[in-house]
């Protein structure tokens, strides 16, 4: 069982920055893909990064440019580094793990693992 605790919402005006952090209790941590994904009310939750194993991360096109994803292994984090915020950046953010990833998992239905969530909230 793998335990992730999301960390750094808030509520900001657009053009701000905030940086998100999801810690793991799985020792196995630096064998599993991590990924933030966000939901908006009213919204089906959707992809905005993943980090692979191996360091390599990806992003929905929505984010790219402005999101910055990055783990640490030896403190088992994630990070989601966000900048230039917008309006439409606001819902709740969620991180999740792959226990046995292939390639760049960037689908729900790919992460075994699932944190509590974190509400971003950003005004204009």
């Known amino acids: 069982q793998v335990q992730l605790t999301e960390s750094g919402g808030g509520l900001v005006q657009a053009g701000a920055s905030l940086r998100l952090s999801c810690a793991a209790s799985?020792?196995?941590?630096?064998?599993?893909?991590m990924g933030w994904f966000r939901q908006a009310p009213g919204k089906e939750r959707e992809f905005v990064a993943t980090?692979?194993?191996?360091?390599?991360?990806y992003y929905a096109d929505s984010v790219k440019g402005r999101f910055t994803i990055s783990r640490d292994d030896a403190k088992a984090t994630v990070y989601l580094q966000m900048n230039s915020l917008k309006p439409e950046d606001t819902a709740v953010y969620y991180c999740?793990?792959?226990?046995?990833?292939?390639?760049?998992?960037?689908?729900?239905?790919?992460?075994?693992?699932w944190g509590q969530g974190t509400q971003v909230t950003v005004s204009s």
């Open positions: 999740a793990a792959d226990v046995f990833p292939v390639g760049a998992p960037i689908l729900l239905s790919e992460y075994d693992y």
């Open positions: 799985e020792r196995l941590f630096s064998s599993c893909a």
């Open positions: 980090a692979t194993v191996s360091g390599d991360t």
